[in-house]
């Protein structure tokens, strides 16, 4: 039997996961710092990682929801 996240045992390809997906849905590289707090949650238990991982695919493929907000413009500013 497969176990679940096996893949992300490595350390850096979970880095390297981690990383690319956050700068694609970002449009950025990340920052010295936040490759680094990455490279350190790239270092826990792979399920854990795993999880992680499938949390930003989740919310990256959700589009922004605006919840009825509308654009009001004061009357004064119109």
Known sequence: MRIKYEEFNDEEYAFQQLKVLLEEQ???????????????????EQETVGVLLDLIQ?????????????????EDFK
Request: hydrophobic share 30%; no cysteine.
């Open 26 to 44: 970002l449009g950025r590289d990340l920052t010295k710092k936040e490759a680094r707090k990455i490279r350190w949650l790239s270092g826990w």
């Open 58 to 74: 989740e919310v990256a493929g959700k589009e922004t929801k605006h919840d009825n907000h509308k654009d009001y413009m004061r």
